[in-house]
């Protein structure tokens, strides 16, 4: 899994964009990172020596958890506490996560991040109008026929 997290975006509320990847190699998480991230962005990792070679591209600063967890305003303490919401939920909620649903889940997740600050009538509003005017099959939904009228 990997996660990036903007801080106090447009709206002052932090987002966070993150998916399940094949590997955490630096070529992996590199990319990600390069897809998602604007170039000259100012840019905090922990330690990983994935991220390595970033550099040149970002304003990259990296917090080592062997020597701290907070220098200044470098930290990854926003990401973590997705990290910690997402455990919280699998374990307490769903109990067990197939692993080729776990993107599944992490996109809920994500959501319900993102959308914290909305209230339940905004969020609600928000999704019936995604779905409005919109029909879903009894053979699209389970790849099946569609049952025999009887």
Known sequence: MMGLLERHGIDKVSKVRAKVVPDTSG????GEVRQHVAP????????????KGLDPEYVH??????????????HTNGIENFWSLL???????YVSVE????????????LRFNERKRTDSERFVEVASAVTGK????????????????
């Open 40 to 51: 000259g962005t100012e840019l905090f990792t922990d330690a990983l020596v994935s991220y």
């Open 61 to 74: 600063k990296v917090i080592d958890h062997a020597e701290a967890y907070v220098q200044g305003n470098v």
């Open 27 to 30: 070529d992996t998480l590199q």
């Open 135 to 150: 029909r879903l099959t009894y053979k699209q939904l389970t790849g099946k026929t569609e049952p025999s009228e009887a």
């Open 87 to 93: 455990k919280r939920a699998i374990k307490g909620s």
């Open 99 to 110: 692993p080729f649903h776990l993107g599944k889940y992490i996109d809920e997740e994500v």
